[in-house]
C-alpha cells in the first residue's frame, strides 16, 4: 500500500508545477491547495505517519494551505518546490552530523558489505547532494518570488527535473570509475 502512495506521490509531485500553471486561470485557488495538500498526504502516508519527517510534511502542507485559503492567491503554492528542496537539504545534512549518510543508506540498500572507500565516497556524494538543493531551493524561491507561473513551472516541472537526472548520471559514471579504480 505504501509503495502506491510513494508512487502516486512521485507522479503528482512532477505534475504539480503543470496543474498550477494551468488550473491558475481555471481553478480558484483554494482547489489547487486541495490539490497541493492531496500530494502532500499522498507523501506522509508512504513514508508513515509515524515517522519523524512525516511531522514536516505534514507541517509544510497545512503551512501552505492556509496561506493559500486566507490570501486566495497562489502566492504560496509556488513555494512548495523550495520548501521540499530545503527539507531534503534537512534531511541530507543531518545525515552528515548523524551518520550513515543518506548515500550511504542507499547504497547499503543495494549492498550491505560496503567497503571503507565507499563509506567516504557516500559522504562525499551526500555533500555534493547537499550542494545541489541549496542551489535549487535558492532558483525555485527566486522563480516564486521574481518570476511569472509560466518560468516558475518550466524551471520547476522540466529544467529542475533535468538537473536531477543530470546529477544522477554523472554520479554513476563518477561512481563507475571510483570504483575501478578502488577494485
Known sequence: MKAAFRILFIVCSILYPFFIYFGQDRLPSPVLAGALFTIIIFRVIAIGWREPIAKWWLAIGIGIFILTYTSDSLGALLWYPAFINLVFLFIFGVSLYYP?????RFARMRNEDLPDYAIGYTRKVTQVWCVFFIVNAIVAAWTAYFSTVKIWALYNGLIAYLL????????????YFYRRRHT
Open 100 to 104: 550513515p549518510t543518506m548515500i550511504e
Open 164 to 175: 536531477i537526472g543530470t546529477l544522477f548520471v554523472c554520479e554513476w559514471i563518477v561512481r
